[in-house]
């Protein structure tokens, strides 16, 4: 069963938010962060093996094992695969001076079926998010602490940890996925309810972050 802690932090939108709130900068770009895309497509690579994610959220810590959430979908349409996954020992490992990336292990894994019509409405809502976080040509920020990476179809989009309302309704979100991958059928249709919430919540605050833009 996967460890219970869940993700920690969340991301910044400083185009979203009022030009005057010192607690939400961009900390959001568009692809790889520098120094970051061999060892975040490896663990990628090793938490969704040979299948394509159509959603995808892998947290590389400063320290302590990697951790991810995958939307899958069905190719005969139905139910899609939401999968939690934890690296079982670092990925991202120092040896004599040397850096390690320890892919010959088997993550730990909880799988769960979610309804297409809340995975594809999950996918587009976070779409429109990330997309007015990171615009096009927004270069993704290096850290040598915690490091998101988002994937949404083909949009890429990796950024450090959250403030303002629309992180923390993400975080939220992140949160309910975790917990459903690891329940039973009623306290999963729960979270759905839930995530369905959350997201009518994220709709508005990025219609009112939008609209306070062009004020």
Same mark, same amino acid.
């Given at each position: 069963m996967i460890r219970a802690a869940l993700l920690v932090a969340a991301l910044v939108f400083a185009p979203l938010a009022h030009a005057d709130d010192d607690s939400c900068k961009l900390a959001l770009g568009r692809g790889w962060p520098p120094a970051t895309e061999n060892y975040g497509s490896a663990v990628e690579k090793l938490f969704a093996g040979d299948q394509q994610p159509a959603w995808s959220f892998t947290l590389l810590p400063k320290m302590g094992a990697e951790s991810g959430v995958l939307l899958i979908a069905n190719p005969d349409g139905g139910y899609w695969t939401l999968r939690r996954a934890v690296a079982d020992q670092r990925?991202?490992?120092?040896?004599?001076?040397?850096?390690?990336?320890?892919? /010959? /292990?088997? $993550?730990?894994?909880?799988?769960?079926?979610? $309804?297409?019509?809340?995975?594809?409405?999950?996918?587009?809502?976070?779409?429109?998010?990330?997309?007015?976080?990171? $615009?096009?040509?927004?270069?993704?920020?290096?850290?040598?602490?915690?490091?998101?990476?988002?994937?949404?179809?083909?949009?890429?989009?990796?950024?450090?940890?959250?403030?303002?309302?629309?992180?923390?309704?993400?975080?939220? /979100?992140?949160?309910?996925?975790?917990?459903?991958?690891?329940?039973?059928?009623?306290?999963?249709?729960?979270?759905?309810?839930?995530?369905?919430?959350?997201?009518?919540?994220?709709?508005?605050?990025?219609?009112?972050?939008?609209?306070?833009?062009? /004020?």
């Open positions: 990925v991202h490992y120092w040896s004599a001076a040397k850096l390690e990336l320890r892919t /010959q /292990q088997a $993550p730990e894994i909880d799988e769960a079926s979610i $309804p297409a019509e809340v995975a594809t409405r999950f996918i587009e809502d976070w779409r429109n998010v990330l997309s007015a976080a990171a $615009p096009e040509g927004s270069a993704a920020p290096f850290s040598e602490n915690d490091t998101w990476l988002f994937v949404a179809g083909d949009m890429r989009v990796s950024g450090l940890e959250p403030t303002c309302e629309l992180g923390k309704l993400m975080r939220e /979100q992140i949160d309910l996925l975790i917990e459903a991958s690891d329940e039973g059928d009623e306290k999963r249709a729960k979270r759905w309810r839930q995530l369905g919430e959350s997201l009518d919540r994220m709709r508005d605050a990025l219609g009112t972050a939008a609209a306070t833009a062009t /004020q």
